[in-house]
């Protein structure tokens, strides 16, 4: 498969008075032409950054130190970390849109939803205001926004949450995106919308033809969405492989602690399970693997050296001394 | 919106009769009267006599008030004690002048304030940012009294220029108006932006830190987009408040300025007429003034809702 979006190891550093903490740390990855990619892991992995790094958007404190993140459209290859400012506003919106988990605050709370939709094609193209309307309608429609025309003319504040994410997407994907980015979309909005939205979303990268990034601390979106899965911990990848495998074929012992921690109803009588301990704070990480310390399956090596992302079947790759020849002393 | 106009209209009633029980009554404890002054040296029982008959002042304080506000509420200011002219022609002259200066403060104070502000927001924490917050502070700290003679010190010793001398009516001949008006506007203006930049930066850092100021971005917005339409914008509501609280201010009166360079405004009229005691006039001014202020307060108000449909008032 041809991919649209290929991350080599991007590094991540928050600036901080004494110095600077690598919060990612040489994570690659590479997105397909109309897959959907998730990106799963706890709070404080990075991967909303690592986001935002793709978008050029992230401000200070953080910086991108290293790597590059090549972008494929259908006229050229890019590296975004070279562009420049006015480069990559081409690219925002136009062929990587994104949208962001507080559908109540993406929004500018003082225009109109159709304003505020036309700008994004006012950006990218020349069309009268009369053709962008009529595209700012259709797409409301496209998302399954009843009385579209009267939604156009009223503010944020007036509509429900998983609307504003409709909205959002609409806005999205109005330049007709070849990558969207979605970053927890669904985590703000109560469950029934949740599933309405991730239809939607399945639904218009079809029609869209569409890559899409999902971001998300949530396995049932991963189950529901994607196609390929990176498993983020501590601002790396961990493991990286399809769906179905990820879910069936377990490899490495985050994954399968926060595959056990998914609660199922009827099952009343155990506690939920958690993986015990915290994540290490960026900054003071250990020399060897990051997980060791919350590990079930430690070895003594796994003190000492920090394990490699290789791959350990065809299309499956995961970082711990399991599967790695060197860990078996 | 109208009946919520009309509701704070009908709330200015108690308001200023509230502010004329108290100027009226602050009044009567001055020592000192509007007679001495008027007789001077000539100082003889039966003149003051006659003129305690004459301005009323022998009736009982509760009439003298309620005497003076229902004339008040007829539109009629009475005259004043020193000059027997009517009082209230004389306040709307001296209100246009004021006015005109006024607005011409405002406007000199934004031009200054708003792009020095988002400059001061955008560049935060660097040196420019420094430079504007350290003048920013002179303007909030400076005394006007003590900037204006500064200015007309400098103006006349390095540069020998002079503004012209004696009052001129803007339609009499607007060049004249002009530059006797133009120091006085400088000096407030300055004055007052040091407040508005402050407010500016902040207000514009505040929603720079928002959430949808990404999502703007993430559209492919230029940086001019998003400070321009949309921080700005978002950020107008604290600005408008203040630079409301600073109009009404200065609507009021600036005695001072007005003093130093010789403006017949409201605040010379109403020192004046403290000065000497003249009861009806500044019961009057400050009536006018307070009228004024919250009047000012009200069409704030009302511009919130413009800036921000989230407001609403019914």
Not at chain 1, 152 to 178: D, F, N, V
């Amino acid at each position: 498969m041809e991919n649209i979006l290929e991350v080599k190891n991007l590094n991540i550093d928050l600036i901080t008075e004494k110095g600077n903490k690598k919060l990612i740390d040489n994570v690659s990855f590479n997105v397909g032409k109309k897959q959907s990619y998730g990106i799963v892991g706890e709070s404080g992995c990075g991967k909303s950054i690592t986001a935002l790094a793709v978008m050029q958007l992230l401000s200070f404190p953080l910086k991108t130190s290293g790597g590059e993140i090549n972008f494929h459209s259908e006229k050229e290859s890019v590296n975004i970390l070279s562009l420049k400012k006015n480069e990559i506003r081409k690219i925002r919106g136009k062929e990587i849109s994104m949208i962001f988990q507080e559908p109540m605050t993406a929004l500018d709370p003082i225009f109109t939803i159709e304003r505020q939709i036309i700008e994004a094609l006012k950006f990218h193209t020349d069309l009268n205001k009369k053709d962008m309307s009529d595209m700012a309608l259709q797409m409301l429609k496209k998302v399954g926004i009843p009385r579209a025309e009267e939604i156009l003319k009223e503010y944020p504040h007036q509509l429900s949450g998983g609307m504003l994410q409709r909205i959002m997407i609409a806005i999205a994907l109005i330049c007709k995106p070849k990558l969207l980015i979605a970053d927890e979309p669904t985590t703000a909005l109560d469950v029934t919308i949740q599933a309405q939205i991730l239809d939607l979303m399945n639904e218009l990268k079809t029609s869209f033809d569409t890559s899409i990034i999902m971001i998300t601390h949530d396995l049932g979106v991963i189950a529901e969405t994607c196609e390929k899965v990176a498993v983020f911990y501590a601002g790396q990848i961990v493991e990286e492989t399809d769906v179905v495998t990820l879910f069936h074929n377990t490899a490495h012992p985050y994954t399968s602690g926060l595959l056990k921690a998914v609660t199922s109803l009827g099952d009343k009588s155990k506690n939920l399970f958690t993986i015990p301990g915290m994540v290490p704070a960026g900054g003071h990480m250990p020399k060897g693997c990051r997980f060791e310390e919350r590990c079930n399956k430690k070895m003594k090596i796994c003190k000492d050296k920090s394990p490699e992302l290789i791959e350990i079947a065809d299309g499956h790759k995961c970082r711990c001394w399991l599967y790695a020849e060197s860990g078996d002393n | 919106m109208r009946s919520y106009i009309i509701r704070r209209i009908l709330m200015l009633i108690p308001v200023l009769i509230g502010i004329s029980l108290c100027i009226f009554l602050i009044m009567q404890l001055i020592p000192g009267d509007v007679i001495s002054g008027l007789l001077g040296i000539e100082e003889n029982p039966e003149l003051r006599a006659q003129y305690v008959i004459k301005f009323g002042l022998d009736q009982p304080l509760p009439k003298r008030y309620i005497d003076w506000i229902t004339n008040v509420l007829k539109g009629d200011f009475g005259t004043s004690f020193r000059t027997d002219k009517e009082i209230f022609p004389e306040m709307m002259s001296r209100f246009k002048i004021t006015f005109q200066l006024t607005i011409m403060a405002a406007m000199i104070s934004w031009i200054i304030a708003i792009p020095l502000g988002i400059i001061s927001a955008l560049k935060r924490n660097t040196w420019v940012d420094a430079v504007v917050r350290f003048i920013a502070l002179l303007g909030v700290s400076v005394p006007n009294f003590a900037f204006a003679t500064l200015l007309i010190l400098f103006l006349s010793l390095k540069f020998q220029y002079y503004p012209p001398v004696g009052y001129v009516g803007f339609f009499e001949n607007a060049k004249v108006n002009l530059q006797i008006m133009i120091l006085p506007a400088i000096v407030l203006g300055t004055i007052m932006s040091g407040s508005v930049m402050r407010m500016t930066r902040s207000s514009v850092l505040e929603v720079l830190r928002q959430d949808f100021i990404k999502t703007i971005r993430a559209k492919g917005a230029s940086e001019r987009v998003v400070i321009f339409v949309h921080a700005l914008r978002n950020g107008l509501i604290p600005i408008i408040t203040l630079i409301g609280m600073q109009i009404g201010g200065l609507l009021g009166g600036t005695v001072i300025t007005e003093q130093i360079f010789s403006i017949p405004g409201l605040g010379q009229m109403v020192l004046t007429a403290i000065n000497q005691r003249d009861y009806p006039v500044v019961q009057g001014c400050i009536l006018f003034i307070a009228f004024i202020y919250v009047m000012v307060n009200l069409i704030v108000d009302i511009l919130y809702t413009y800036v921000d449909p989230r407001i609403t008032y019914k």
